[in-house]
Structure formats: C-alpha cells, structure tokens
C-alpha cells in the first residue's frame, strides 16, 4: 500500500499569501497519478487538480501543482477567503487507491 | 450532465448491515468504474472499493469480508452493501466516478451513516 503524507496538518493564511502543502509518498508514483481535491465544511470532495498539475474545470488560476516521484505540492499563489477547505491528494498508481491524511486551511 | 445521487439508510444498528445505491446520470457504467470511499467524523477520506466498468471489482482488504459491490448497468446504478457493522463504521459513505487516469471526477453527495442501536 502506497502511504501519502501530508504536511502541514493544518495552516493559517493571511488574504494574499501564498500557500503551499505537500504530499509525500512512501513509493514512488508516475505523476500521471497524483491527484488533489478540496472539500469544503459539509461537502463532498471536489477534484481539484488532475495528474500532478492541470487544473479542473472551473479551478481558479491562483491553484497550482508539481512533483515527481515521493514528492508532490500544492500551492495557491495568493490565499483567498474562499479557499478555506481542507485538500487531500490521492494516488491512483495501485490498489488500494489512497488518500493523504488532509491539510486543513484556515484563515487569518 | 453527469451525476451521482446516492440512497440509503441513515441509522443502522450494530451488527447490521448496510446498503447504498449509487444511481449515476450522463455516463453509462459500462464506460466508467465507480468507486466508494468513506469519510469518519472529523477524519480523511478513506477508500472502500471499487466496480469497474467489465463488472469487476477490487476491495480495500480491511474490508474485504465484509464489503460487496455489484451494479446493473441497464439500470444506472451501483450498489455498496456493507455486513456486521459496528459503531466505528459511522460514517459519511460516498460514490465517485473514475478516471482513465485513476482520479474521482464526479462524486455523489454523500451518504450519512449512523451506527448506533
């Protein structure tokens, strides 16, 4: 089982700040494979970017992704209100599929 | 549009079991594979298992005795049935379309699930 972990646990941003979480992988993984989600309070989770670094449909500009291998981000160049959410990334490289534990971001 | 819209029960007691269907819209499930993943109060998302689109599956191996996936395709819906459930089974239970490239594109809104007698 491919392990993701995630860090921070959980941040607090100010308006404007940029932001970036990891996701470490305990087996190497082709990035075709990294994914990120965002789920807000009281949400299902909402795919966020695909394959390391392309952005969903309607995913502002502002998110972004990179990695290869262990070793995956995800930034938001400049923090807004409603990016307030915890984001998880996720492996489809084998089964089990499997979830970061989750970076819980808030803001300031 | 695509969409999944889940069914079930939101109280079951101990040692019963559960069962949730998944009715998709906009794509065929001969198509896609559908996945169930669950969500612990307060906790991340874990995953359950899987029915691909040929009608077979995979299964998280914690839960593999107790876990069944089946579908009709004819009928657009996937359904997730769960045995000997117990108070830490309580959780929030979702569907989610796969990907060629093994991502959730799609998901339902969730079921909520309570163990308690």
């Known amino acids: 089982e491919i392990v993701l972990t995630q860090s921070p646990t959980t941040m607090a941003a100010s308006p404007g700040e940029k932001i970036t979480i990891t996701c470490s992988a305990s087996?190497?993984?082709?990035?075709?494979?990294l994914h990120w989600y965002q789920q807000k309070p009281g949400f299902s989770p909402k795919l966020l970017i695909y394959?390391?670094?392309n952005l969903a449909s309607g995913v502002p500009a502002r998110f972004s992704g990179s990695g290869s291998g262990t070793s995956y981000s995800l930034t938001i160049g400049t923090m807004e209100a409603e990016d307030v959410a915890t984001y998880y990334c996720?492996?489809?490289?084998?089964?089990?599929?499997?979830f970061g534990g989750g970076t819980k971001l808030e803001i300031k | 549009q695509v969409q999944l819209k889940q069914s079930g029960p939101g109280l079951v007691q101990p040692s019963q079991s559960l069962s949730i269907t998944c009715t998709v819209s906009?794509?065929?499930?001969?198509?896609?594979?559908v996945h169930w993943v669950r969500q612990s109060p307060g906790k991340g998302l874990e995953w359950l298992g899987v029915?691909?689109?040929?009608?077979?599956?995979d299964y998280n191996a914690a839960f593999i005795s107790r876990l069944s996936i089946s579908k009709d395709n004819s009928k657009s819906q996937v359904f997730f049935k769960m045995n000997s459930l117990q108070a830490n089974d309580t959780a929030i239970y979702y569907c989610?379309?796969?990907?060629?490239?093994?991502?959730?594109?799609?998901w339902g809104q969730g079921t909520t699930l309570t163990v308690s007698s």
């Open positions: 989610a379309r796969n990907t060629m490239m093994n991502y959730f594109d799609y």
């Open positions: 906009g794509f065929s499930l001969t198509s896609y594979g």
């Open positions: 029915i691909w689109s040929g009608g077979s599956t």
């Open positions: 087996s190497s993984i082709s990035s075709n494979y």
């Open positions: 394959r390391t670094s």
């Open positions: 996720q492996q489809g490289s084998s089964i089990p599929r499997t």
